[in-house]
């Protein structure tokens, strides 16, 4: 994550001076912040102490479930100075922003659910109370007036609670279309008409209570989803909020931090070195090099300079870059990829969830049997009461009680099970889809690799030629010098003595040995021939350059994964932008048989076309802008927590460790909870095909009803919790 | 079973009692931090006098 990395604003005396204090608003701040590593009462005492003791804060709340704190203080604090705090206490902790944020911290569709849902449990249980009374054999006067009393409870708790079921319906209805929301709102108001008539006819039979238990279940099913999908959401917007997009605008020579929203066309714009290009631009001051890793997936470093044209994502990776932008927002090329992904975007689309599917099967039939029942009846006994009675009984017992809960006690708890383990579904469905998965792709340059480079020819180089280059390549931050650094230093090579060490931005380093002039950098600049591999040159003067070669450094568990997923029988393919020789080390290191190179970001996505026109279902894992719209067209898509934006909203599954390994395990939890789900669609119709004859006999009392109901839900859910 | 009058309307009005009990919990936030909650109240931090 970048947060933290980011250049504080109070900490920088320099930027103060000359400023003018901004004029004292009353309002206080409000400053969000997460905190990844709190799990128990002291964390939270201590935070909250930390964050109270610092000098402007009225007050800090811990929110331990969504690991955040929020802060209420005076407008000067700064949210850098706050996680500066609490790294203080010991708690590493990210700045969120707090306009993304918003959105999730009230749920009020979720408020609402849980609302209708609580009013339809008290309701239930008091006409249950006033049923139990009926079923053990009230009579005459008092059955109706248990039944009259019934009937004020569950009137008024229908309309208000069984809402979500009436509109889902209607909207079906309006296009001609059946959904599951349809056999239930017939039920209800079918058993709602039939028990006030029955009721006003001081009848034996009033199914109140089954209405008002349907509808409990029912929202307890649809709360389940909901939930699951919000954490998701918040958990998404959270990583989305963790980017605070500011950037140095340059206003007439002096630097000003700005949100990168207020960026026009035209604005000369200040680049540091590690820092991200907020918009696509041209470079007018300074020379360096520029990461284009997450947008084209190339691991060379490129050479910018004035008038090179820059993009959004990139990042300078020497000097410091003043550039000029050409587009912001809304036109920079990083969005502009956005198009792309509209197009691609049908391995979604193509996928009818079980639930539907099950219904498309469920809901006619279950009209029809009705339909069947009460012509039988009415044929058979020419009593339209009869008749329209047992028609709501089959209805009712038929109702897909069992099925509404079915998937949503699946998902909920596979997707937490999977949460624990660092990963985070973001879409409904992406188990079921994950579930048929048979070839897996990845990315190179982010997803399988760590876009990080490792030495890999220390052994080929004399001793004083690493002395020397270990000395040049301590005096840069460019990754290829750091990484050359780091594995001289675990050969235990010690630095050789330079004079007037300098750094070239764009180029490379110099330095003076004893009066002879050594250069580590750029091919071109120390006068050697640019071979195929990523790889940096040390020129001392009078020898040839030597040339060290690097490799990308493989991500954690990457070598694992790939192991399990071959031995699992899955078509394991590599996908990249970079060049021939990176890619196919890369795929000979890991045993990988087939991959791509060079690959354009529409060439990946109509090879993932291509193969799911052969009948394969896809995964793709990416991290990428040019991996966005593969990842949009595959069955179903993962990307790395440190992927793009555009990557994470582009994917169903984002990993959010740093490591790939939760991917095989992630196979067989989605397998396992498909299972779990057709488990739980058969238990349904096993309690179906009981109590369908029963009640087509006629001989369905509403405590039949009940007792079936209650059955096959606490099936279905105890059958879903065996996947924790 | 005439004492049935005052019962079945005293027992609903104790229901509608925890139903607004609930309403009120849910309207103050109180199902935000279920983790946190849990956490907090094992804390002795305010045990000896009330956080001001």
């Known amino acids: ?724 | 079973m005439d004492v049935l009058i005052y019962l079945i309307p005293a027992s609903l009005f104790l229901g509608c009692i925890g139903l607004l009990a609930f309403v009120y919990t849910m309207r103050s936030n109180q199902y935000d931090d279920p983790d946190g909650n849990s956490q907090r109240i094992l804390s002795d931090e305010w045990d000896d006098q009330p956080k001001p």
């Open chain 1, 1 to 724: 994550m970048t947060a933290a990395l980011r250049p504080s604003a109070a900490a920088c005396p320099g930027c103060a001076i000359g400023v003018p204090e901004a004029p004292e608003v009353v309002k206080d701040a409000r400053i969000m912040l997460s905190l990844p590593t709190i799990h128990c009462s002291g964390c939270i005492s201590k935070v909250e102490k930390a964050l109270n003791e610092h000098p402007g804060v009225h007050e800090a709340r811990v929110n331990l479930t969504l690991k955040r704190v929020s802060v209420e203080a005076d407008v000067a604090v700064t949210a850098d100075a706050l996680v500066g705090t609490l790294a203080g206490a010991g708690f590493e902790a990210h700045e969120l922003d707090a306009d993304t944020i918003a959105a999730t911290e009230t749920d009020k569709a979720g408020r609402a659910l849980l609302m209708r849902l609580a009013v339809a449990g008290f309701a239930s249980m008091n006409v249950m109370l006033l049923s139990v009374a009926v079923w053990s054999g009230a009579e005459g006067v008092t059955r109706d007036m248990f039944h009259w009393i019934s009937a004020v409870i569950a009137l008024p708790t229908i309309a208000f609670s069984a809402q979500p079921f009436f509109i889902n319906a209607w909207s079906a209805l309006k296009v001609r279309a059946l959904n599951m929301d349809v056999p239930i709102t017939l039920a209800i108001i079918l058993a709602l008409v039939t028990s006030l008539y029955e009721t006003a006819n001081s009848g034996h039979h009033a199914y109140f209570d089954a209405a008002l238990t349907l509808t409990f279940f029912l929202l307890a099913g649809r709360y389940l989803d909901h939930r699951t999908r919000a954490i998701a959401k918040s958990a998404a917007e959270e990583l989305a909020a963790l980017e605070v997009p500011r950037a140095i605008r340059l206003d007439d020579g002096a630097e000003v931090e700005v949100r990168v929203a207020e960026l026009r066309v035209g604005d000369h714009i200040l680049v540091r070195p590690g820092g991200r290009m907020p918009v696509d631009g041209v470079v007018t001051q300074g020379t360096s090099e520029v990461d284009r890793s997450l947008l084209t997936g190339e691991t060379v470093p490129l050479f910018a300079g004035p008038d090179t044209a820059v993009s959004a994502g990139e990042v300078n990776l020497t000097g410091p870059l003043t550039i000029r932008a050409t587009a912001v927002g809304e036109d920079t090329s990083l969005h502009r990829m956005a198009d792309l992904v509209a197009v691609a975007e049908s391995g979604r689309a193509r996928y009818t969830p079980l639930a539907d599917s099950a219904a498309k099967l469920y809901a006619p039939g279950v009209h029809i049997l009705s339909a069947l029942s009460f012509a039988g009846w009415y044929l058979y006994t020419f009593d339209l009461r009869t008749s329209l009675n047992i028609a709501a009984a089959v209805l009712i017992i038929t109702c897909p009680c069992a099925l509404g809960l079915a998937v949503p006690a699946v998902t909920t708890a596979a997707s937490g099970r999977l949460f624990r383990r660092g990963m985070l579904i973001k879409d409904g469905t992406a188990l079921e889809r994950l579930a048929q998965v048979d070839t897996v792709v990845f990315d190179k340059t982010g997803t399988l690799t760590q876009g990080t480079p490792e030495l890999t020819n220390l052994g080929d180089h004399s001793r004083r030629d690493l002395q020397v280059a270990l000395a040049l390549a301590e005096a840069s931050s460019h990754p290829l010098a750091t990484a050359l650094a780091l594995a001289a230093r675990d050969a235990r090579i010690k630095p050789a003595d330079l004079t007037d060490l300098t750094e070239v931005p764009g180029y490379g380093i110099e330095g003076l040995l004893k009066d002879r002039k050594v250069r580590l950098g750029r091919a071109s600049w120390v006068g050697a021939k640019a071979g195929q591999m990523t790889s940096t040159y040390l020129h001392i003067d009078g020898n040839d350059p030597a040339c060290f070669t690097f490799a990308d450094r493989l991500r954690d568990g990457a070598e694992d994964t790939v192991r399990a997923l071959i031995k699992d029988g899955k078509q394991v393919i590599l996908m990249s932008g970079d060049t021939t020789p990176a890619v196919e080390g890369l795929a000979e290191r890991l045993g990988i048989t087939q991959w791509v190179a060079e690959a354009l970001p529409g060439d990946k996505a109509a090879r993932i076309a291509a193969l799911t026109d052969k009948g394969a279902k896809v995964l793709m894992v990416g991290d990428g802008l040019n991996d966005t719209a593969a990842l949009a067209a595959a069955d179903v898509s993962m990307s790395p927590a440190s992927a793009l934006d555009a990557a994470r909203v582009a994917s169903d599954i984002v990993l959010l460790g740093k490591t790939l390994a939760p991917i095989p395990e992630a196979l067989t939890t989605a397998r396992k909870s498909t299972r779990r789900i057709s488990e739980n669609f058969r238990i349904a119709t096993v309690y179906n095909v009981i109590a369908v004859p029963i009640a087509i006999a006629g001989l369905a009392t509403p405590l039949a009803a009940a007792l079936a109901m209650s059955l096959s839900s606490i099936t279905v859910s105890l059958n879903a919790l065996r996947l924790r």
